[in-house]
């Protein structure tokens, strides 16, 4: 039985900017080490899943732009992790999916 719980961050970006390497930076300093940072870059026209991709994100590319929810559901298929966690906004608490982890852990 697995008693360590993974976490899969999954992000829709459109031409993410400054905002977009601020937030995979707060994801490299969160607690959980184990977890996947799946970018869905969603028809972007500037560099943002080149940002992802030197961050080390898994980063899949739609050219055509679908839309957030689109995006979002494109990622958590191809999602690993034993949660995966929405960004809906770019600026994330740091410690955000480590309290996630961290209590669903104790449930376990």
């Not at 961050?55 to 055509?64: D, H």
């Not at 679908?66 to 992790?81: D, K, Q, T, V």
Request: proline fraction near 4%; glycine fraction near 8%.
């Amino acid at each position: 039985m697995k008693t360590e719980l993974s976490i899969s961050v999954i992000i829709p970006v459109y031409n993410g900017g400054k905002s977009f390497q601020q937030c995979l930076s707060s994801l490299r300093a969160a607690t959980p080490t184990h977890k996947e940072v799946i970018v869905v870059a969603d028809g972007d026209t500037d560099d943002s899943w080149q940002v992802a991709t030197t961050w080390g994100a898994k980063v899949i590319r739609v050219l055509n732009r679908g839309g957030p929810s689109r995006a979002r559901n494109l990622g958590a298929a191809s999602a690993e992790g034993d949660i995966l966690f929405n960004s809906l906004e770019i600026n994330l608490m740091t410690d955000y999916p480590a309290i996630v982890k961290m209590n669903l852990n104790r449930e376990l």
